[in-house]
């Protein structure tokens, strides 16, 4: 079903405010498809309200300013995050809904949460969904609002507003190639427009020159501030602690058909028809993958998959220094989770860009990262094989049984269920990939 996403107005009077404001006020819906994510109570009226009412200008202010790190910035636990991705956070004296908006890159949620009830609010939100739409969508949507405010000003004669300078730096920034790589690579790190460590931003582009702009993006949204490590940071880390491998050795698949990223395909099923079809190339069926077999699809020793005493990185990545070298490095110290890092590589290396030679897999909510973890639990535990030893048994007890046959952590086996499922999503959290598909 396609998705159509609008922010609606019907403008109405308002006294005692600024021009821009006045000219702005209105009812203001915020719809996908047929769901309403502003749905209230309006105390005064005694009625439901799809369209409460609400300042446009300051909502395509705030819309304007943080663009960027609603387009690209993946959820995040950082202290600021909220202030930039939930609407709440708005202000000027208005009852703004409980929406929080973010992306994973391809693809952009937008989760609605009812607000408190509180004595003396007027108004009080009920809506209580998660939606999620393209991200080339959710653009298009913000530029059909952006123009609708702006011909409003126009109408009512208002311009030279703060809207107008912000507005013309961002349409700037996003028609300037290397400007918007610049706004993007910030984003990604968690801060506004010239707002990151200069230092680093300028660092990332360099690497990325040499690394691949992709994979070096994926350090980027790791959100490590100052302390985002160099590329020159992980070649010295891979000589010191990772471990050889061979890129003409790691396995590659034959056909990629329905493996392209897209906004209109969860992540976490890309990754899981990636993993099928590895599994049919290979002919491994539907059984535990050992670790001589998981290294060598890897190109790399079953040495790696030992486990250590220390934890060497913040996290896994494979490096290719040379034509046909490379090093790999796994962060857990476990054997369980080196086996899913090193599965999450192998997925990496054959769905990332063919340029790319830094293949990081983090804990980013990315897309690409969640593509990687999706084929790594679907490659070493396949859904159907799983089914099969659960046999409608989903306990925790049964969950163990299956991450034993398999050589995984029950963690994965219960991504699995939650992805197709078979138990609620709320056991591993908001994940809109998730909760959504």
């Known amino acids: ?25 209105g009812a203001i819906g915020i719809r996908v498809n047929n769901l ?74 937008l989760v609605a949460h009812p607000t408190a009830e509180r004595a003396d609010t007027p108004f009080r939100y009920i809506s209580d969904r998660a939606v999620v739409l393209p991200s080339g969508q959710f653009e298009a949507g913000l530029d059909e609002f952006f123009s609708q405010i702006f011909h409003r000003l126009d109408a ?10 912000i507005f013309e730096s961002l349409t700037k920034e ?71 491998a061979s890129t003409r050795d790691a396995v590659r698949l034959r056909s990629h058909e329905g493996l392209t ?28 993958i050992p670790d001589k077999q998981l290294a060598t699809l890897a190109g790399t020793s079953p040495s790696a998959l030992e486990s250590r005493k220390d934890r060497v990185a913040d996290f896994s990545f494979v490096l290719d220094d040379q034509k046909d070298a490379s090093h790999l490095v796994l962060r857990s ?16 290396r054959l769905l990332a860009p063919r340029a790319n030679r ?11 990262q969640k593509m990687q973890r999706a084929f790594a639990a679907e490659f070493l535990s396949p859904f159907e094989e799983v089914e099969g030893i659960l046999a409608g048994d989903y306990s925790a007890e049964g969950q163990r049984d299956a991450a034993e046959h398999f050589g995984v952590s029950p963690l994965m086996i219960r991504t699995l269920l939650v992805n197709h499922h078979r138990i609620p999503s709320e056991e591993l959290g908001e994940d809109f990939d998730v909760v959504t598909a």
């Open 1 to 25: 079903m396609p998705v159509n996403w609008q922010v609606e107005v019907e403008w109405e009077a308002l006294q005692g405010a600024p021009a821009e404001e006045q000219a702005c006020f």
């Open 36 to 109: 309403w994510l502003t749905e209230g109570h309006d105390y005064l009226a005694n009625r439901l309200r799809t369209r409460p009412y609400l300042s446009g200008y300051h909502l395509a202010e705030w819309f304007a300013w943080n663009w960027w790190r609603l387009r690209w910035e993946p959820r995040s636990t950082s202290r600021e995050w909220d202030q930039t991705h939930c609407m709440a956070a708005i202000g000027q004296g208005y009852i703004w809904p409980n929406i929080t908006i973010f992306s994973d890159g391809e693809r952009t949620a």
């Open 156 to 165: 009512e004669r208002v311009s030279s507003t703060n809207l107008h300078v």
């Open 174 to 244: 996003r028609n300037d190639p290397e400007l918007a790589a610049r706004r993007k690579f910030e984003a990604l790190l968690g801060e506004d427009p010239d707002e990151a460590n200069p230092v680093v931003v300028e660092q990332l582009i360099a690497d990325a020159v040499e690394a691949g702009t992709d994979g070096v993006q994926e350090i980027a949204a790791i959100h490590a501030g100052s302390n985002t490590p160099t590329l020159n940071d992980l070649k010295a880390l891979a000589r010191e602690s990772g471990y050889g």
């Open 261 to 288: 990223p897209s906004g209109n395909i969860p992540a976490w099923l890309i990754g899981a028809r990636a993993a099928r079809a590895l599994r049919e190339q290979e002919r491994l069926n539907g059984n535990p």
């Open 333 to 348: 110290k476990w054997h369980e989770g080196r086996r899913f890092e090193l599965a999450r590589l192998v997925g990496d």
């Open 358 to 368: 830094l293949f990081p897999a983090t804990r980013a909510y990315t897309y690409r």
